[in-house]
């Protein structure tokens, strides 16, 4: 079992900042990357960030030089730091992990609601 459990999510206005947080427990043996996707209302999930073992991180064009992803040293919590919000960036954001032979594993979501 591996258990994704994420904080941080909120109501914030447009130019302001949210710090994601996503938790990774259980029987995780190998991690292949730890990212963030978000869904907003009619809308695909789509990427917004991922972080790999190897540390390489790649954005959605719409976050780069405003969202910074990162990880604590024991590579079990992902930080999706996000500054300059816009209220397209409202969605449910949800963490992912994918690891144990490239299974992909899913939190609950966090809703992110940006004002204008």
């Known amino acids: 079992q591996v258990q994704l459990v994420e904080s941080g999510g909120g109501l914030v206005q447009a130019g302001g900042s949210l710090r994601l947080s996503c938790a990774a427990s259980g029987s995780i043996f190998a991690i292949n990357r730890m990212g963030w996707y978000r869904q907003a209302p009619g809308k695909q999930r789509e990427l917004v960030a991922a972080?790999?073992?190897?540390?390489?991180?790649n954005y959605a064009d719409s976050v780069k030089g405003r969202f910074t992803i990162s990880r604590d040293n024991a590579e079990t919590t992902v930080y999706l730091q996000m500054n300059n919000l816009k209220p397209e960036d409202t969605a449910v954001y949800y963490c992912?992990?994918?690891?144990?032979?490239?299974?992909?594993?899913w939190g609950q979501g966090t809703q992110v609601t940006v004002s204008s």
């Open positions: 992912n992990l994918r690891a144990n032979w490239a299974r992909d594993y």
């Open positions: 972080i790999t073992s190897g540390g390489s991180t």
